[in-house]
C-alpha cells in the first residue's frame, strides 16, 4: 500500500523515517525550529480566517468512523437536504463582516452528482461575487468534475487524506486511499488549489502520524492549505471513547507539518473548542497561521467569534 502510493509522483522528500526524526526532537528544539522555518515564510503575527458552512448536512454513505454525519452511525445530526442558494448567501455575508476572507461549504456525499454539482456552482459563483475565496469540499470528483468547479471561479477544493495509508483501512473502508489522491490530481490539473491535511487522536501510533505527514508533504506541489483536525468525538460514532491525544503530541504535529511544508497555510481545525487558549498559542507558535472562524464547524462547535477575537487580540495576531 505504501510503495504504491509512495511511487507516484511522490518523490519522497520525505520519508515517514524522517519526519518521525523530527517528531522526536526535544519539544523546545523543535518549536524553536518550527518558528525559525515559520517566520522565513509568513508574517508570524498573520492569520488567515476561513468560515465553514455544512450545506448538505447527515446521511453520508461512507462509513468514517470520525464522522457524526455518516448514515451508519447514530448521532444526533439530523439528515438536511442542498441548502437554498440565498441561505448559503446569507451565511457567506456574516461570515464576511465577521472578518473571514475565505468561505468553505461542505456537503456529506459521497461525491456530487451532476446536478448536485450545477447547484454548488452557482454558490461558488455568487460567493465569489461578494470578494470571498471560495473553498468547498464536496467527497470525491470525477473526471471533468474538478474544471467546471474551477469554471464556476472555485479557489480551493478540500480532500483529506486523513491518516496515513498503514492505519487508513481501520477508519475508511467505502472508499481508498487512492481513491483520495485520484480526486486529489483532478483538482491540481484543474488548476485549483489544494486543502489537503488530517485528523489526529484517532487511536493512530506516532509513527502513523508521521505517515500522514509524509504523504501530504510528498504530494507534488505541497497543498497550498493543510488542515489538521483533532479528532472531536460525538456521541454515537464508532470513536466517541477512544482515548485523547496528550496536547503536547498534537504542538509537535503541528510543528512537524510546518517544518515540511513551510510555504503552506498551516490550519489549526477542528477540536480547538475543546483546546484550552494556552495550548492553541503554542499551535500558533509552533506555525499553525490559519483557522476555522465561526460558530459552527460543520455539525460539531467551534469557539464563539467574541472568544476567537479577544485570543487574537491576546496574541496580537490579525487577519489583515
Ligand atoms: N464528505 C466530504 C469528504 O469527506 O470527502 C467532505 C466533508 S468531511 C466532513 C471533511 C473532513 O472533516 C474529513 O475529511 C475529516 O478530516 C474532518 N472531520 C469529520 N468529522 C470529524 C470529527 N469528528 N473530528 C475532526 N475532524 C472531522
Ligand atoms: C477539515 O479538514 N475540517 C473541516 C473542513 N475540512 C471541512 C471539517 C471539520 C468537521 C468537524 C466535525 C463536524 O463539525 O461535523
Ligand atoms: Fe461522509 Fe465526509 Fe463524513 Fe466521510 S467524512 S462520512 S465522506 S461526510
Given at each position: 500500500m505504501d510503495t504504491l502510493v509512495v511511487s507516484r509522483k511522490n518523490t519522497s522528500t520525505w520519508s515517514t523515517k524522517k519526519v518521525l526524526e523530527l517528531f522526536q526532537l526535544p519539544f523546545m528544539d523543535l518549536l524553536y525550529q518550527a518558528q525559525q522555518v515559520h517566520r522565513a515564510n509568513h508574517d508570524p503575527n498573520k492569520i488567515q480566517l476561513s468560515s465553514l458552512l455544512s450545506i448538505k448536512t447527515g446521511g453520508c454513505p461512507e462509513d468514517c468512523k470520525y464522522c457524526p454525519q455518516s448514515a451508519r452511525y447514530e448521532t444526533e445530526v439530523e439528515r438536511e437536504r442542498l441548502l437554498a442558494l440565498q441561505e448559503v448567501l446569507k451565511s457567506a455575508q456574516a461570515a464576511k463582516e465577521n472578518g473571514a476572507t475565505r468561505f468553505c461549504m461542505g456537503a456529506a456525499w459521497r461525491g456530487p452528482k451532476e446536478h448536485q454539482l450545477e447547484d454548488v456552482m452557482e454558490m461558488i459563483r455568487q460567493v465569489k461575487a461578494m470578494g470571498m475565496e471560495t473553498c468547498v469540499t464536496l467527497g470525491m470528483l470525477k473526471e471533468g468534475q474538478a474544471e467546471k468547479l474551477k469554471e464556476a471561479g472555485l479557489d480551493y477544493y478540500n480532500h483529506n487524506l486523513d491518516t496515513s495509508p498503514e492505519f487508513y483501512g481501520e477508519i475508511i473502508t467505502t472508499r481508498t486511499y487512492q481513491d483520495r489522491l485520484d480526486t486529489l490530481e483532478r483538482v491540481r490539473n484543474a488548476g485549483i488549489n489544494i486543502c489537503c491535511g488530517g485528523i489526529v487522536?484517532?487511536?493512530?501510533s506516532r509513527a502513523q502520524r508521521a505517515g500522514l505527514l509524509s504523504q501530504l508533504a510528498n504530494l507534488n506541489p505541497p497543498p497550498e492549505s493543510v488542515p489538521i483536525n483533532q479528532l472531536v468525538k460525538v456521541s454515537g460514532t464508532p470513536l466517541e471513547e477512544v482515548d485523547d491525544l496528550d496536547p503536547f503530541e498534537f504542538i509537535r504535529t503541528i510543528a512537524v507539518a510546518r517544518i515540511i511544508m513551510p510555504k503552506s497555510h498551516v490550519r489549526l481545525s477542528a477540536g480547538r473548542e475543546q483546546m484550552p487558549e494556552s495550548t492553541q498559542a503554542l499551535c500558533f507558535m509552533a506555525g499553525a497561521n490559519s483557522i476555522f472562524y465561526g460558530e459552527e464547524l460543520l455539525t460539531t462547535a467551534n469557539p464563539r467569534i467574541e472568544a476567537d477575537k479577544a485570543l487574537m487580540s491576546k496574541l496580537d495576531l490579525s487577519s489583515k
Open positions: 487522536g484517532l487511536g493512530e
